[in-house]
């Protein structure tokens, strides 16, 4: 039964009477057979997986869908540059202006645009998905002295979407559609609902066969790591910074089939924030559990920054006491506290006078194979601020940069050494009626033609213990490290694979 939504004409960017068109249906499957099912050959699509494994609030809904109408767009944004490319299904357009400004335009142009959501309960309707890099902190005043090897941003701006309700396995379909193309979105509801109605069942993910052993790198080997460590601890009693989340990468040679390796990394570790975003010529893999911004059309704010981790254990009295020694952990509490203040004073500067709470203050949350201290801080937009005057106040977000976050932000490109890219920036979507959800991109996996490349780090702080810090930053590669052996070679085995300047015996 199609849901006919009332026209209401959207001004500026598509001037000529526009509305949704909304089809509901019953889906036995799960969202990965969907996806499969409908953009498994797709060269440019997206998958914001809020795996339903886990259950956590936010993981009731996925959104998905490709780049395949006249009014798809694929944005491309080049921070030093100033400079967004803008690809249509007429070709390519280049022009001169800040993700920020560019979003904020385009936003903008759609301000009347309004969406009878009665029966729509999740936040995203139709607009921009992908990731915003971390090197655009250009764009906003910060300086950065390294140049990412993939675009800063790349986001779709989306017409269609498919959404995938985990509680009632249910398929919402969803379309931005113009008197122009009306029947083409007809034509196209009814094109889905026959693929579903096929019920087509997809094959477990395939092990790709990779004779040789797989040989991983760090960016900064274990020695170089601990040396700048010991560096943000000096820096630290200097008086510079009271805490600096210093990252390092883990490279490897290979190439796999970016949607397949995915597939396994959902399988070993569901998360909340996870995604897949496939462009022309790269992949982006997230399993992130942290949430960077969620925003309601109603003007309220959230952010839950994580800062402090340990590994699960199989054994339960071991994992009890993991919980325990996390929750009372001076270091990690301390960690925890800086960042929550930093991003009170973030939210303060576009939230309303008193309305910055912390509802939840250094809560253990479970994640597949990690513990996480996580809190919540809350605030209510003023009437005068947008949605991306909110971004541009938090991004990066607090939790991977440190604080105080300017001073600490300079520390990190002199000791870090190369550009964080995709990894610490964020991912997630922009809908057309001021809905925001953004996680942190940690946990992420870069998959291009000849390279796989994992984020990860961890924060200093004056009570860092330089072995400990390292551990951590090997414990949160592990799952994606793991991901990679047993997407190529089967079962994780030691024997599987070696690492070229670090010891195993963090990860085996």
């Known amino acids: 039964m199609f849901k006919n939504l009332p026209k209401v004409s959207a001004k500026g960017k598509n001037p000529i009477s526009s509305w949704f068109e909304v089809k509901e249906l019953d889906y036995k499957e799960d969202a990965e057979q969907l996806f499969l099912t409908l953009f498994k050959d797709s060269k440019n699509c997206f998958w914001l997986d809020s795996n339903r494994a886990l ?4 993981s009731r809904f996925s959104f998905m869908g490709a780049f395949e109408t006249e009014l798809d767009e694929i944005i491309y944004a080049y921070a030093k540059k100033n400079e967004i490319q803008i690809t249509t299904q007429k070709g390519k357009e280049i022009i ?13 142009d759609y301000e009347h645009f309004k969406i009878a959501e009665e029966n729509l309960p999740f936040g995203f309707k139709a607009g921009f998905v992908g990731y915003l ?9 910060y300086t950065t002295s390294h140049d990412a090897d993939l675009p800063d941003a790349a986001l779709f701006f989306t017409s269609r979407t498919v959404v995938f309700d985990h509680n009632q396995n249910k398929v919402y379909l969803l379309a931005l559609t113009t008197d122009k193309n009306k029947a083409a979105t007809l034509s196209w509801f009814e094109t889905i609902a026959a693929k579903l109605n096929q019920k087509m069942k997809h094959s477990a993910p395939q092990v790709e066969k990779i004779a040789e052993e797989i040989v991983f790198s ?5 020695e170089e790591y601990i040396e700048k460590i010991n560096d943000c601890k000096q820096k630290i009693i200097d008086g510079e910074s009271y805490e600096i989340c210093l990252t390092n990468r883990v490279h490897t040679n290979l190439h796999l089939e970016p949607l397949n390796l995915y597939r396994f990394l959902r399988k070993h570790n569901p998360a909340p924030y996870a995604s897949f975003l496939r462009f022309d010529d790269f992949s982006i893999l997230s399993s992130s559990p942290e949430q960077f911004l969620k925003i309601k059309k109603d003007g309220w704010v959230s952010s839950k920054p994580i800062k402090g981790t340990i590994a699960k254990s199989d054994d339960p009295s071991i994992d009890f006491d993991n919980k325990q020694h996390l929750q009372s952990n001076e270091k990690d509490r301390a960690e925890n506290l800086m960042i929550v203040d930093l991003l009170r004073n973030d939210l303060g500067k576009v939230c309303e006078i008193g309305s910055v709470t912390v509802p939840i203050l250094m809560d253990v949350e479970s994640y597949a194979t990690l513990h996480q201290l996580v809190s919540t801080v809350k605030g209510k937009l003023k009437k005068d ?3 991306i005057d909110c971004l541009e106040a938090t991004f990066p977000g607090g939790s991977i940069t440190g604080a105080p976050k300017i001073r600490t932000m300079e520390i990190i490109d002199d000791l870090e050494g190369e550009a964080r890219g995709v990894y610490t920036g964020a991912i997630g979507y922009l809908s057309l009626d001021s809905n925001v959800e953004l996680n942190i991109a940690i946990r992420t996996a870069i998959v291009t033609v000849d390279k796989i490349t994992i984020g990860t ?6 009570l860092s213990d330089p072995e400990s810090e390292f551990q951590e930053i090997m414990i949160k590669a592990y799952p994606l490290i793991k991901t990679i052996i047993e997407a190529c070679k089967g079962n994780y085995a030691s024997k599987h694979f070696s690492f070229s300047n670090c010891d195993k ?3 085996v």
């Open 133 to 141: 890099g971390y090197e655009l902190k250009t764009s906003l005043g």
């Open 505 to 507: 015996k963090y990860l």
């Open 457 to 462: 780090g961890g924060a200093i702080t004056f």
């Open 385 to 387: 601020s947008s949605i």
């Open 96 to 108: 001169e202006a800040s993700i920020f400004d560019y979003l904020r335009t385009a936003l903008k």
């Open 218 to 222: 760090l960016s900064q080997n274990q």
């Open 55 to 58: 259950k956590h609030e936010v």
